[in-house]
């Protein structure tokens, strides 16, 4: 070992002198030691008032933002206290200390992991069952481990991403399970609906709006979707699934809010801007002989975002 | 120059004092402050002759209005909207809007136009009460009146829920308006304007004629009560916000905080770490 200096330096064999407080070294930073420790003093002081006020504030069940404030200017003052007595107040040094080399010798190394290795290998042939038996345990229990982490994936979804709640037939409901009439919607009205049983599910959240009083066509082929001007397309967006609440009825547009995607409403909700890639589903609506706004058929395909297996 | 630098270093101290003691001072008497003002009674005088069953009774201007807002509308008004309210092509008809979409325009300062703009700003309004109530009276007097065309709504707040008024506004109004009632872009240069400044009579007024962009609430989406309940939410909650956490920020959400957030927060911890870190 002797040939490595620094394991004989310094590892606690021959202590250096204790420096003396005529060391220049161990003069204090500031300038002025005895009006920074009046400045410390009275910091910490302020510490305490702030920790007692503190103290008395929740003992009588103060406001919790006079307890917020004292609890502050008690933490504040006395973190700002000691901070200030160890930057002005300590020896300002600068101080060495010798400190001996970390790295082990080669042949240090090679002993170790030579006594390591042999030991370890004599032992496990010696009780070479235990040692099956530690690592069926431990394989085990890697395994199981990842269990949890599976089952916060979630349920597998099946068929819930293609199809929503709404029926041939499904009652239009307001978010208080209110069935809807076609008088309920002035012209420019706008209305979040749901089917009869599924209030509040958010796959099923649909936008009733109602432009004009007229049917109008949305796309060829949806001709009779539109009774008396009412039209419903899911509130969730094709791009990521946020509500499409905003509408803005002058310029009949719906607005995602997350990325701006525009939908045209008098368009079969086309998008015109934004990173929306299909128009928002739209829902058949009729109107029943006692005057109820229903559902003709389910949406015709799958609400929401894209996903892998989306037909 | 190690004299001027070491007493440059010395300023730190006080320097990190002001904008600790600053910031201890910013987050806590917001709060202390915010809380004091208690809110105000509804108003009482605000009901003209109606139950306080009643959460909104509606009510045209007196017809002696109409002769004098009809001088007021062809004086002010009719160069755009046309001698009979008709419209042309600078500005829309307005026969069948009725009184309330004219108060709201008016009494809010949009109309008339100071700049043809995308979108017509709030302003202080041209014309006092009166004036205002009779351009609404002559307007209305056009057409018959009808929820599509509603009168002036009076609004008695004095039985709101608030909490009903809360979950009605996230519902209906928070998508544009925003969750603080500040409001914020939509698209095309639109954009949902902040509800701060807007009277009870107002607020009521939008929802139930639709100005602009906005849709239109009527009583078939919403009632009378629950009409009340979002103008008592946003006039007494929204309007004047409590904002424990210390300054509300204008209630603009995530980017003004996050700025004053790394201003002051990342540069404060900056200047400790100045203060403490510099030693020779």
Redesign the interface.
């Known amino acids: 070992m002797s040939e490595h200096p620094g394991l004989t330096e310094g590892n606690g064999q021959t202590p250096g002198p204790v420096a003396s407080f005529d060391d220049p070294h161990m003069r204090p930073y500031a300038r002025n030691p005895a009006r920074v420790e009046k400045v410390v003093a009275a910091l910490f002081l302020l510490g305490f008032l702030g920790f007692a006020a503190y103290g008395g504030t929740y003992w009588v069940n103060g406001?919790?933002?006079?307890q917020?404030?004292t609890l502050?200017?008690g933490l504040?003052a006395t973190g700002?206290a000691l901070?200030?007595w160890?930057?002005y107040l300590m020896p300002?040094?600068?101080f060495s200390e010798e400190r001996h080399t970390l790295a082990a010798s080669d042949e240090e190394v090679a002993a170790f992991s030579n006594a390591v290795s042999e030991r370890g290998k004599a032992v496990f042939r010696r009780r070479g069952f235990l040692g099956a038996l530690l690592g069926l345990g431990t394989a085990t229990m890697g395994v199981v481990l990842a269990f949890p982490l599976l089952r916060s994936l979630g349920p597998r979804p099946g068929k819930g991403l293609d199809v929503t709640d709404w029926k041939p037939g499904s009652y239009v409901m307001d978010?208080t399970g209110r069935r809807i009439?076609v008088?309920?919607?002035?012209?420019?009205?706008?209305?979040?609906v749901f089917p009869e049983g599924f209030v509040g599910a958010s796959i099923d959240q649909t936008m009733l709006?109602r432009p004009s009083t007229a049917a109008f066509t949305t796309m060829p082929g949806r001709e009779s979707w539109t009774p008396q001007g009412y039209v419903a397309y899911s509130k969730m967006c094709t791009h990521a699934g946020c509500?499409v609440?905003?509408?803005?009825?002058?310029?009949q547009?719906m607005?995602c809010?997350c990325h701006?995607s525009?939908f045209d409403v008098l368009d079969g909700a086309k998008p015109v801007?934004g990173p929306a890639p299909r128009p928002l589903p739209q829902l058949a609506l009729y109107v029943d002989s006692a005057g109820y706004l229903r559902a003709q058929a389910p949406y015709d395909q799958p609400v929401g975002p894209g996903f892998w297996e989306r037909s | 120059m190690k004299d001027t630098r070491r007493r440059a270093r010395l300023l730190l101290?006080p320097a990190?004092?002001v904008v600790?003691?600053g910031l201890?001072g910013l987050f806590?008497s917001g709060?202390?402050a915010g809380?004091s003002p208690a809110p105000k009674a509804p108003d009482p005088s605000a009901m003209a002759g109606a139950t306080a069953a009643d959460p909104i009774t509606y009510s045209l201007p007196p017809a002696s209005y109409v002769a004098p807002g009809e001088e007021l509308f062809e004086a002010n008004c009719a160069s755009c909207h046309g001698t009979d309210a008709f419209g042309t092509d600078r500005a829309p008809n307005l026969v069948g809007l009725g009184a309330a979409t004219v108060d709201f325009w008016v009494s809010t300062g949009r109309m008339p136009l100071a700049i043809s703009s995308i979108q017509a700003v709030r302003k202080p309004p041209r014309f006092d009460r009166t004036q205002t109530l009779q351009i609404a009276a002559f307007v209305a007097s056009l057409a018959p009146t009808s929820?599509?065309a509603p009168a002036i709504p009076h609004v008695n707040l004095s039985g709101a829920s608030l909490s009903d008024g809360e979950s009605l506004f996230v519902?209906?109004c928070a998508?544009?308006h925003t969750v603080t009632g500040a409001g914020d872009a939509?698209?095309?240069g639109?954009f949902?304007p902040s509800l701060h400044r807007a009277t009870k009579t107002q607020v009521a007024e939008a929802m139930r004629t639709?100005p602009?962009?906005?849709?239109?609430?009527?009583p078939?989406?919403l009632s009378d009560r629950q009409v009340a309940d979002v103008d008592a939410f946003v006039t007494e909650a929204l309007q004047h916000p409590q904002n424990?956490g210390g300054l509300g920020l204008g209630g603009v959400g995530a980017v003004a905080e996050g700025f004053v957030g790394l201003l002051f927060g990342v540069g404060g911890i900056m200047l400790?770490a100045f203060?403490?870190g510099d030693?020779?």
């Open positions: 406001p919790n933002e006079l917020a404030l502050g200017v504040f700002f901070a200030a160890g930057r300002q040094g600068p978010v009439t008088d309920d919607l002035e012209v420019g009205g706008m209305m979040t709006l509500p609440g905003l509408y803005m009825e002058e310029t547009q607005l809010p701006q525009l801007f | 101290m990190v004092v600790g003691g201890v806590t709060a202390l809380a929820s599509a519902l209906n998508a544009c939509l698209a095309d639109y949902a639709g602009g962009n906005m849709p239109r609430f009527g078939g989406t424990v400790v203060w403490l030693r020779s």
